[in-house]
């Protein structure tokens, strides 16, 4: 069996079914991913790293050269010296292995420390610090367990430095939070012991459609497995977990089978017993139940409450792209349709400096602002224009008030279509995403393979060589995304006008 290492861990928290597929799928159906977003955050991680070793200001002891075998016996060697600082040293240990960014000497024991692009903590407020990052604890506690079995370490501490350049400790022997009493060295046991199951093939699991499907080499395969096994994931906000819980209790996970079940005694059986379906709301099992005849049948959405759209002389269709490897806002779009036509407008940063992402988020705000808020409305797609200008503010403060902020997207005529589906409708789709939507609404993007990966590639090619016909492609690209959002809400009033 393969050795466990960080990207098994990290692979087992994004999807267990990977880690299975990995040693015992069919290689054959593997396509290897080409996803330019994916290339620029590896990019940048290098890039990042370089920047950190250079300023690092204590001297490495140099493992990053030369074959595995040479690197390992490196390592072993500088560790035995007590080399205070080893950059890149492998570790290996049974069925262990990792390669630390760095291991620090601090008089008493090696502590693991990783360089890492992104921020090194989640849920961080202006008062309160966040949590550790679940990806990064686990790996950080196989560097300890290593060190450990070798009489290296002892405290279960790590350190990440990250994008700000800050260095955080992780503490892995302190519960994960106020409701989760497993500590995060217990996380990363309980992970590995799966981990080592799936990779031996004593246990196996199914594949689950999620987020990460689109960006995996078995994205294809897998896809093919949910079809032709009629698998639960297949619907609209049923993931894994649910997806096992109904297979456990009831037998089945295809949708034909629980489309045979009678939601009302499922939920009868519920109340009975606390551990039926365990995580599975009596409301959710209803709402599986007609996603999955609606899937089957392939009717018409369905419009089950009404939604008052305002009258509105000017409505702007609002959509931003960024690159969050570099958290930068670079633009922000609007379909513009009032007594004077349809036309597209943009606000574009040129430069990826604070000033130009800052200009062109003061003339978005300015261009919204032109409008009467009585009379003209704003609709937008998902709450991520929303909490990215909350971001923005908080970048640039002297832009626009908190109050204010909160007032443009607490009118009643700025509206978040995507709350709008969600609450109110359902399709026949297993993703209520805006292009799967538009797309079933038979609006069509002018690039064949629209993806906000792309855009980010095509604006950092941009930036590098100013090709204006490049940046071209990012705002048609953006004027495609507004004009999808109107095309919904044209949809959406028209089938609730009739209601
Ligand atoms: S395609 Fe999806 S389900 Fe399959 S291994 Fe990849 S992430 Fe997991």
């Not at 604890?137 to 290593?146: G, H, M, R, S, T």
């Not at 204010?404 to 709008?420: P, Q, S, V, W």
């Not at 071209?472 to 507004?482: A, K, T």
């Amino acid at each position: 069996m393969p050795s466990v290492t960080p990207s098994n861990l990290y692979d087992y928290l994004q999807c267990p079914h990977k880690v299975w597929r990995d040693v015992h799928g069919p290689r054959e159906e593997f396509v290897e991913a080409d996803n330019p977003f994916l290339k620029l955050l590896w990019e940048r991680g290098v890039q990042h790293e370089a920047d950190v070793v250079a300023g690092f200001g204590f001297d490495l002891f140099d493992c990053s050269s030369g074959s595995e075998a040479e690197r390992i016996e490196a390592t072993n060697e500088a560790l035995a010296r007590r080399e205070p600082y080893i950059y890149q040293g492998i570790l290996a240990h049974g069925d262990l292995f990792g390669i630390p960014d760095i291991l620090h000497f601090d008089g008493a024991e090696y502590l693991p420390i990783e360089i890492k692009s992104g921020s090194a903590e989640v849920g961080a407020t202006e008062d309160a610090a966040g949590k550790p990052k679940k990806h990064y604890a686990v790996q950080l506690a196989l560097y300890c367990e290593i060190l450990r079995r070798r009489g290296l370490h002892s405290s279960l501490k790590g350190f990440v430095i990250d994008s700000s350049g800050e260095r955080f400790e992780y503490d892995l022997a302190a519960p994960q939070g106020p409701k989760t009493p497993e500590t995060w060295f217990e996380l990363y046991e309980r992970v590995r012991q799966e981990v080592v199951s799936l990779m031996s093939g004593e246990v196996q699991n199914d594949p689950a459609m999620c987020g990460s499907c689109k960006d995996c080499g078995w994205g294809t395969s897998c896809k093919k497995w949910v079809e032709e096994s009629d698998d639960l994931t297949q619907l609209f906000y049923v993931g894994r977990s649910v997806r096992d819980a109904i297979k456990r209790d009831l037998g089945s996970a295809s949708v034909d089978d629980l489309l045979r079940q009678d939601p009302a005694g499922l939920a009868a059986r519920k109340k009975a017993d606390k551990n039926f379906l365990k995580g599975v709301g009596a409301p959710a099992i209803e709402k599986m139940a007609l996603r999955a005849r609606l899937l089957k049948d392939g009717g018409e959405p369905l419009m089950h409450s009404r939604f008052e759209f305002p009258d509105a002389a000017a409505e702007l269709f609002f959509d931003i792209e960024s690159d969050p490897t570099q958290d930068f806002v670079y633009l922000h779009g609007f379909w513009i349709r009032d007594g004077a036509g349809e036309r597209f407008e943009n606000r574009t940063a040129r430069a990826v400096t604070p000033d130009d992402e800052k200009r062109a988020w003061q003339e978005a705000l300015d261009l919204i602002n032109a409008y009467d808020p009585d009379t003209s409305a704003i609709y937008y797609y998902s709450p991520y224009e929303k909490t990215s200008y909350r971001r923005l503010r908080k970048k640039y403060p002297d832009v626009i008030g908190e109050a204010e902020l909160d007032e443009l997207f607490g009118r009643a005529t700025c509206i978040d279509l995507y709350d709008i589906v969600y609450r109110n409708t359902d399709w026949p789709l297993g993703s209520y995403g805006i292009k799967a939507i538009a797309q079933y609404l038979k609006f069509e993007w002018r690039d064949k393979t629209p993806s906000g990966a792309l855009s980010i590639q095509w604006f950092n090619d941009f930036i590098n060589n100013g090709d204006e016909a490049v940046l071209q492609r990012v705002l048609e690209y953006n004027e495609d995304d507004c004009k999808a959002t109107m095309v919904v809400k044209d949809y959406l009033k028209r089938r609730m006008d009739a209601m």
